[in-house]
């Protein structure tokens, strides 16, 4: 079954189901399944993590180029808080995460060099400098950084 598995995984995945369903437990390809099951957990992760930095990077975009806002980060921020809200009803497991220090790091690392890309500054704090209720605030919004150089 791991050259099935290795060869077509969709083809693969229906036959895993077919046998659950049919109660072939004998049959089930269990490391693959198990590695598929799991992968699928990292993937919510990931997901949260580019969520999170596209908002955090909007917000930093917003702060550092207020002569740039517009309504389409506006809306950009709006949507990323809608879709995290979302995200965690769906899993709320993940909600652990936004008291995991590890986890925020990551997060802030991809922020910072998404914005570096998106505004060609590289100014922005080594740590993300508003709390989790700001973040998530659908009325909140930084102000201006007046000592940007």
Known sequence: MTAQYEHDIVAWANEQARLLRAGRFDLIDIENVAEEIEDVGKSEQREL???????????????????????????????????LVI???????????FTDIAWWDKVWLETV????????????????????????????LPEADVDKK
């Not at 930095?53 to 909007?58: D, E, I, K, T």
């Not at 995200?87 to 995460?97: F, K, N």
């Not at 998404?114 to 700001?134: K, V, Y």
């Open 49 to 83: 993590i580019s969520r999170m930095a596209v908002l955090l990077a909007h917000l930093l975009k917003w702060q550092y180029q207020p002569e740039r806002r517009g309504n389409s980060w506006r809306r950009t921020i709006q949507t990323q808080r809608k879709r």
């Open 113 to 140: 060099e998404q914005a570096i890309q998106d505004t060609h500054l590289d100014i922005f704090p080594e740590i993300c400098p508003w709390t989790f209720d700001e973040i998530m605030d659908e009325n909140w």
């Open 87 to 97: 995200a965690l009803g769906e899993t709320p497991s993940l909600r652990a995460r």
